[in-house]
């Protein structure tokens, strides 16, 4: 029954033209990163060749088959573009009266409106769709690619066109044959009792629990139970998730219930964004269903807008919280195949590829995989428990108006009212016993009701018996007797109960302080230096910079890098040539050119205005600001600048390489310092103190390894006696990519909208209309303080 292998696979944006070597080489690229897979995901795809081809087909064929023989697993991600459900705009090509139906409230009393756009309510549609996507990859795939495919992907199909009409305007979902579905259900006419899913009235709690029960099964019968019937067939996993898995509350706008969406998916999912774990509820739903429902095995999409300054410290914390969980295969949220301005704006990291500390993912994820291996074993000497989450209660309070309160990214900001107060007092609970470490799986209502049996050894859910059960608070039944055989068998547990219930451990260790002879660092090499140009509008596609040089004499080695293709480049008016041996867009610049006191350089875009390319100037150069730098909210520092460029090295200082003129730095920076001890040190005592990096690579008399956790202790035992220890230190990737002028500087969550400065979800709420700032912001780069050694004591 269990897939219990931790896997890690990439979001693979498809954002250029096929290139079947490029992508091989990129393929082979993340299987030496440690990866297990990827989903295939045409992403701003140009259309080169057209998406579904028959030329499109067969380059997709070659390099499944080339992951085939990488021993990497091949997902197919099922759109062109975001929701799933369009094939590309082929199913309103063919389908152009298409509409959206939804109710809204006016001052005349309750109205139909729509807007042309495919409903995934809709049957027709979704048979366009099955059509178009699906049977077009079984028929043009090889017939060896296709049987290699592992599974497809659909993503966030929830009520309409995927965007909340509950959320955005207070309306509620409709379709066509929702009156016929809901008056042969329950002998009614929906349409009576439309005035009670937007107001308080006699009956409105049941109304309401059918009302949105039955659109779910509407959703799930046009869209979700074909292609899962699709995919049986032809031995096909079948993955998706919904928005707003969040909290409960958030759940209804979209979807209804994400239980009864996942339970109709061969690998249930979920999608964590940002930086930071969320709650211990969402990814468990996932989690849950998988055990109880299919083999065990459950996806997230994961860590998608976290940021070009995630670290390595980050990303394992993140992924050890959806471990915890219950997730195993983790689809990291993504990896462009093209780095261009547009992609490194979107949605940002791409990882593993264009992260400063790539280096080291490999020995990342492998150590994840151990402490997963080591986690299930102690997870599964804990009692395992049932909670059942509120669905229907929050469902029964729902009024579509009361969620326009909300943030549409994340769910925050549930409203004080019945429904989210039920919803946010159950989310309360089950981050309480998350913290506490209890191990919980989750269900509602419904599936109670439909699927659970009494068996002497417990209540059996699928595959999955459970000792003890707790009722979430404001649960609503339809059929009671299934509760009232588990209260007589004693297997109900009050919620009390199991908050007594504590698995954390006092993990204190106390150490001494050993001490410790050594010199200062010392300053040994740097890589290649950048600056990213800030451009001035001259006119239409065209823009300048300006710089200031001194000691111009000693700069060297000088080209320029951009993003995208440009129409031309000039520098201090000479046309420069692209470099056409180069796989990279990049401009050399004669040393008798650079060698001058003040340089212009000026572009010509072939793209508009907001997707300006990101140019680098790079070479052997120092970037020094004319103004001093601040440091902000600890970890970041900032300047308003100007900045220019200095080709004599000044005194590099440890503590500050950013201020030392390397603000923009994507490679890395070598100290050494040597260092004695008398005593034994064993692996872990040795500490570099006051560290502001991603990375470091450690080397001691020859022995190497990376280090990234938070207290930098380095996993080496220290023999007694002289030693050298070299140390590489790898920047923060926000330094090169930004945004550097956004107000939330290296902020835990990015989208598209932090770089143009346009106020979104994302933002946090105090932050005013427009986001950016004329400061610079940098993520800290240095050393601040020397080695320090701490043996435990027992």
Known sequence: MKEEKIKFLS???INDSLNLNKMKCQLLEMYNCGLNGVVFQPRNYPGNPDYLSKKYMNILSELILYAKSLNMCFWIYDENGWPSGRAGGLVHKKYPEARCLYLIKTDEGIKISSKNEISSLDPYAGRLFLEFTYEEYRKGLTKNAFDYVEGFFSDEVGYLDGHGVSVSIGGVPWCENYSQVYEEKYKEKIEDSWELLFNDGAGCEEVRVRYWETLNELLVKSFYQPIHEWCACYGKKYTAHVKGEETPFFQISYSSSC?????NVSVPAVDALER????????RIASSIAKQFYNGESLCEAIGGSGWGLTPEDFTNYIKWLIRCGIQTFVLHLQQYQLDGEAIRDWPPSLPLHINWKDCFSQIIEEIRRWGKEFKKEEEKKPLFLIVAPTRGVMAGFKPQDSMEINEHDGTNVPNTLSGRISNEFIGFIQTCYEQQIRFDVTEEKIIEEYARVTPNGLNLGHMTYEKVILGNGCCWNNKEILDVIKNKDYLMARESLKQRDYRKNHKIN??????SQSPWKYISNGENQLLLSFQNKKSKIFECSLKVKNEKDIKNLYINSSDMLESLHFNG???????QSNRIIYHVPDELARTTSWNIEIK???DCQKQPFVYVRGDFLVLSETDYEIRRKREIITPGPFYLSGTKAKITNENFIKSGYPFLGTNITLRKEFSNTDILPAGSLRILGVYADLLKINIDGKCCFIYDKDWSIPLEIIPGQHVLEVTCYPSTYNTYGPHHYLGGDY???????????KNFADPSHFPTKTLSDNYSFVRFGIEKDLAAYIQIK
């Open 11 to 13: 979001f693979w944006a």
């Open 605 to 607: 875009n072939e793209k």
């Open 276 to 283: 930071y774990p969320g709650n211990g509820y969402y990814p």
């Open 748 to 758: 835990k969550v990015i989208s598209p909208d932090q770089y143009k400065g346009v």
């Open 574 to 580: 000479i046309f420069l040539e692209p470099d056409k």
């Open 511 to 516: 150490h001494k302080k050993v001490s410790l």
């Open 259 to 263: 239980y009864q969406i996942l339970k």
